[in-house]
């Protein structure tokens, strides 16, 4: 073998090596989208069981309920588009938490058995979406670093490898506070 020929074999193999890499990081980053997607879809679940039992007690809060109705039905057709999906579940995030406001100041929804069970299984759901959506950021992390890093930048550029988004949605809990609800008519 010649020393042009060897080059090139090193060259071809670094090249499949390092696309073989950023499809791995790539296939890691959607699989720990699908953890959050998973998650999301179970909080979607039971955001129309909370609504039910909390509706009887909440009449005067009839904008509020509709606001979470509409905002997980946006959520749900968003499917796996993840730009999209992160602006809704954040909205969906911040009414969820002024629903949660209003049930732990109301006696008779918090003597509710039913809706004490569904607001721990939000709560639980919720622990889950954090943590899925930490390892998720992780994966869209590497990836991104990878695919912008010299010089597997070229081999991206060439494959087509683009950008991640991360899925970052405001920690209401860690703050302690509570987003400013929107005003609300009292009907």
């Keep these: 073998m010649t ?11 670094f090249i499949a090596w390092m696309y073989n890499r950023l499809m791995r990081l790539r296939n890691r980053m959607r699989a720990a989208w699908s953890q959050i997607d998973v998650q999301l879809r ?24 509709q606001r979470i109705a509409e905002t997980r039905a946006q959520a749900v057709s968003a499917g796996g588009d993840v ?27 918090r003597a509710d058995h039913n ?6 299984e939000l709560r639980s759901t919720e622990s889950r979406i954090a943590f899925a ?8 992390a590497d990836y991104n670093t990878a695919i912008a890093c010299v010089p597997a930048n070229v081999v991206s550029t060439i494959c087509a490898f683009k950008p991640a988004i991360q899925f970052f949605t405001p920690d209401f809990s860690v703050t302690g506070k509570a987003p400013v609800p929107m005003p609300i008519s009292r009907t």
């Design 42 to 65: 179970r909080r979607q679940d039971l955001i129309p069981n909370l609504l039910a039992s909390v509706q009887g007690f909440m009449a005067h809060e009839r904008m509020l309920l």
């Design 3 to 13: 020393t042009p020929m060897v080059v090139l074999l090193v060259v071809v193999l």
């Design 115 to 120: 809706a004490l069970m569904l607001q721990e």
């Design 133 to 140: 959506r930490q390892h998720y950021n992780e994966c869209v």
């Design 83 to 109: 730009a999209r999906r992160v602006g809704i579940e954040s909205n969906l995030d911040a009414s969820l938490v002024s629903l949660v406001a209003l049930v732990q100041a109301a006696p008779d929804i």
